[in-house]
């Protein structure tokens, strides 16, 4: 029997932890034969409901499930943890941009990373999905001292997959035939959801779709506004798309990428891919070279077009640090 990993999830009590707990437990992060630890960090206020989901959890009788700790004491929560999900932050409303929640949000990521160097497992990974997911993957990882920048991501997969749906749709080809979909940026309206070097079996998406005018207006629109069409239509944030993009996220991040391709996520920013500036975190293409090690594919091609919807986003995260400076160590 393998040694479980550890995986402790923020915001455990939320609609995202409840879409994302029994996925995890049942092993659908790291297979049929990887038992898991789980953590579940919530706010004192919340412990109650936390223990009827602990509750649920237990009457599951996963086989892979081990251990179950809730708490809301930070150290506990991220004792020993493989991988971190940060997902516990308060959600935004209809008329309200992600960015708005940076005030509000932002802070709970400073104690979240310092109590994340102090406790993690050497090999700890940190995936934030708490909005803006961007800038607080960036308050994160930089009071995490000694915790290196590229074990940070913050999650756009959720809009590579309403991506790569709305192309699928569009060409009639099925969503597991379209590939090479980068989200460039922020997990913002801003986003840069890229058609250009995106494929549809095998093909151009550009060839496969002759309808440009869509795909350089509607397409790009529907993926930027999907998160708020859905807060108008459910009354309330994306939540199981949320919770299965998280996993597709860490899968795509702990198996090899398939020659070729590659996934979307937002990772630290060194200042030697693309020209995006060094310190933030943004989406861009990326490849698993091995569980632990991924990098950035270069050389994907970026037309005038794209550079300046590239630019827009990327000019819209440095403003996002600007904002949070005081929440960012020296
Ligand atoms: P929710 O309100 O249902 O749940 C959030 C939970 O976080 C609550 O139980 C709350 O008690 C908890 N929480 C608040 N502050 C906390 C803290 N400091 N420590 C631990 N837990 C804390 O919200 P939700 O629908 O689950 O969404 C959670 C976050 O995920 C929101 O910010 C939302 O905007 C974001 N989100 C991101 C994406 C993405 O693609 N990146 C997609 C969907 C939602
Ligand atoms: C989403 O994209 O669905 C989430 O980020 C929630 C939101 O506020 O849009």
Not at 73 to 95: H, I, M, Q
Not at 259 to 270: C, P, Q, R
Not at 295 to 320: C, H, M, R, W, Y
């Amino acid at each position: 029997m393998k040694a479980p990993i550890t995986v402790s999830v923020t915001g455990a009590a939320g609609q995202i932890g409840y879409a994302l707990l029994f996925r995890i437990a049942s092993g659908a992060l790291f297979g049929p034969d990887q038992p898991v630890n789980l953590r579940l960090i919530e706010i004192e206020p919340a412990l109650p409901t936390l223990e009827g989901v602990v509750m649920e959890l237990d009457d599951c009788a996963f086989p892979l499930l081990r251990e179950i700790v809730p708490t809301a004491d930070l150290n506990e929560g991220f004792r020993g943890t493989n991988w971190a999900l940060l997902v516990g932050s308060v959600p935004r409303k209809a008329g309200m941009e992600r960015g708005d929640l940076l005030g509000i949000n932002g802070k709970i990521f400073t104690g979240q990373g310092q109590a994340i160097a102090k406790n993690a497992a050497s090999d700890v990974r940190t995936l934030v999905v708490g909005n803006p997911c961007n800038t607080n993957a960036l308050i994160c990882a930089s009071n995490a001292d000694g915790v290196p920048k590229d074990r940070f991501f913050a999650m756009t997969r959720l809009d590579e997959n309403r991506a790569k749906s709305q192309l699928a749709k569009k060409s009639g080809a099925h969503h597991s035939e379209v590939t090479n979909l980068c989200i460039w940026g922020n997990h913002s309206a801003t986003q840069y959801p890229d058609f250009t070097n995106a494929k549809i079996n095998g093909k151009p998406a550009t060839e496969v779709i002759s309808d440009h005018e869509w795909l350089k207006g509607e397409f790009i629109t529907t993926v930027q506004q999907r998160g708020a069409a859905i807060i108008k239509a459910r009354g309330a944030s994306s939540a199981a798309s949320a919770a299965n993009a998280a996993i597709d996220t860490v899968v795509s991040l702990v198996n090899p990428t398939p020659a070729g391709d590659w996934h979307s996520v937002a990772i630290y920013s060194d200042g030697s891919h693309y020209g995006i500036e060094k310190g933030i975190m943004a989406s861009m293409p990326i490849r698993t070279v091995t569980n632990g090690t991924w990098e950035v594919v270069d050389g994907v091609p970026v037309d005038a077009f794209s550079q300046g919807k590239i630019d827009a986003t990327i000019n819209e995260l440095l403003e996002e640090r600007e904002a949070v400076q005081n929440l960012i160590p020296a």
